[in-house]
């Protein structure tokens, strides 16, 4: 018989008695309308400098890198620019236009001794300070508002805009705004030689510059369309062509048009038709219209809207999709002069950039995947983004113009589609990461537990991530503003760092995080040359009694 003082019989391990908030998810972005206390975890009451992932994580943007520079060939500095047949066509003040190739290389296209070369010799553009571009099947016609407009073809070659019989463009509108609706190319914001601010020009059916008094064949007519608008209209602010309509923008409302339609006079006289109107649906200015897949996107005072055909009726349906930060866009683009604002579609990322022209440099980006069926609002802000103006080439590429500091350079933002693209620091000269950091914070709601009452014990935070930057995670208790703990992380990616105060922010032994709370706020910032990506955060506590 055998006697053992100690037991043989296996004993269960104690039960943890740690519970776990474990917050991912945060593809719900930038949410300045609910309050951080009622808020759903998915999204965000600050946002700054991130981009979601399709997976609902939060990335920081891409940063931009010097493309070219067009002070040798042209006079004055980058006033409007767009992409036409792998080049960019580039607008100066001084009226001079440049193209730039796929390698950055800048050619003067447009300027004084290029116009006196013309058969017959004609006159160059005087200084302009603002301009529309219209593609014309295989050319680009670009409007200044004080000047005949001109007409880029597919080789580059510029001339003015002219009626194809007669070669003369006497009775070409001068006009600050111009699109393609329906086969007809309309023109509005007349200024000279008489100021007519509602009306719009329309040429006859297939051409770009034949107009009202040139010969027959000929159905270009003009209308007046302000006394269409139901609360008036003191000028057009843009027009764009969407299907076989022409929308036309004021301030605080749009007008629908469609265009095609003839009476039973011989010859037949073109008469449009005002078919709805957009009430509340405005416009800042011409440059904040961008067509994306369906819809025709546009930006008002009142927010960033969105038009669209409905399949049923055939009529266009609107709304406004900025509802989310709404308050922050009504308080902040009204600051700027009504010219600086503009807006650019990056297709790469989904996402729609409205540039708001304000000395931080910030842009409001609302990001969308009707596939993918989310969408989401993020804010950036950074001296790469403080610039004139911007476009996008035909692959995706985002180009940006004008910056505040270097008034003839060109940037390009980074992707991760083509190589060598991958810019994460502002400004950057050279591929080496070399460049402006970029400041980041994300800041989540107010977390409970499910359990608002009942005081908690916070002992551990792993945060799941990607990337090598280093980052701070701060949080704050029970609604009070000072930061109650902070602790220094790096991305999962990175080398462990000799600094002992920064750890990977994921790791299996798990990081001692001790704060007694009932509610908690997770704020994680920082200033990265280099990738991050934030895809969850957990927390483990215990349960303690209702009382602090």
């Not at 700054?48 to 004055?76: C, E, H, I, M, Y």
């Not at 100021?195 to 064949?217: A, M, N």
Request: hydrophobic share 40%; aromatic share 10%.
């Amino acid at each position: 018989m055998n006697v053992s003082l100690f037991s043989t019989s296996p004993k269960k391990l104690p039960k943890s008695r740690l519970e776990e908030i474990v917050l991912r998810g945060f593809g719900g972005g930038w949410n300045v309308v609910d309050e951080d206390t009622n808020m759903e975890a998915k999204f965000q009451p600050d946002l700054l400098n991130f981009r979601r992932t399709p997976s609902g994580a939060q990335k920081l943007r891409w940063g931009t890198k010097r493309f070219s520079d067009v002070a040798p060939v042209v006079a004055g500095t980058i006033l409007d620019m767009e992409y036409f047949n792998n080049r960019l066509i580039v607008v100066m003040t001084s009226g001079e236009i440049a193209s730039v190739d796929g390698f950055g290389v800048p050619a003067v296209i447009w300027n004084a001794a290029i116009a006196a070369a013309l058969l017959p010799p004609a006159g160059p553009w005087n200084p302009v300070t603002q301009v529309d571009f219209v593609p014309w099947k295989s050319n680009l016609i670009i409007h200044s508002g004080n000047n005949k407009p001109i007409i880029i073809n597919s080789a580059y070659a510029v001339k003015y805009l002219a009626d194809d019989a007669t070669g003369s463009n006497v009775n070409v509108p001068i006009g600050k705004y111009g699109c393609i609706a329906a086969n007809y190319h309309c023109v509005a914001g007349i200024m000279t030689p008489t100021l007519e601010p509602t009306t719009v020009y329309i040429s006859s059916k297939g051409t770009s510059g034949t107009f009202p008094s040139d010969p027959l064949p000929n159905d270009a007519i003009s209308i007046d369309v302000g006394a269409f608008a139901p609360t008036g209209a003191p000028e057009i602010l843009g027009i764009a062509g969407y299907r076989h309509f022409l929308i036309v923008f004021f301030r605080s409302q749009s007008l629908i048009i469609q265009l095609g339609n003839y009476d039973q006079a011989e010859p037949p006289r073109h008469t449009p038709d005002f078919v709805d109107e957009m009430p509340q649906f405005g416009l800042i200015n011409h440059r904040c219209i961008a067509t994306i897949e369906n819809d025709l996107r546009f930006a008002s005072y009142d927010g960033m809207s969105s038009a669209k055909r409905n399949l049923f009726s055939g009529n266009i349906d609107s709304k406004f999709l900025s509802s989310l930060i709404e308050p922050i866009w009504r308080a902040g683009l009204p600051t700027v002069q009504p010219i600086q604002p503009f807006m650019v579609q990056n297709p790469i990322d989904h996402s729609t950039y409205q540039f708001t022209g304000d000395p931080q440099g910030t842009v409001y980006v609302y990001q969308a995947n009707e596939q993918l069926r989310f969408e989401s609002w993020t804010r950036y802000e950074g001296t790469g983004l403080n610039v004139v103006c911007g476009c996008r080439s035909f692959l995706g590429r985002v180009f940006l113009g004008g910056h505040v500091s270097a008034r003839t350079t060109i940037y390009r933002m980074g992707n991760d589609v083509f190589p060598n693209e991958e810019y994460h620091s502002d400004m950057q000269v050279a591929s080496d990461g070399d460049g402006q950091p970029i400041t980041f914070r994300m800041e989540l709601p107010w977390i409970d537990g499910r359990t608002p009452m009942r005081t908690k014990q916070l002992r551990f935070v792993s945060i799941d991530s990607r990337g090598i930057e280093e980052f701070h995670l701060a949080a704050k208790v029970d609604f009070q503003a000072p930061d109650a703990l902070t602790a220094r992380f790096m991305g999962n990616d990175a080398v462990l760092s000799i600094d002992p105060t920064i750890s990977k922010s994921n790791d299996p032994r798990l990081y001692g995080f001790p704060l007694k709370f009932k509610t908690i706020k997770a704020i994680i910032s920082g200033i990265a040359k280099n990738t991050l990506t934030i895809a969850s955060i957990r927390f483990l506590f215990s349960k303690g009694r209702f009382r602090r």
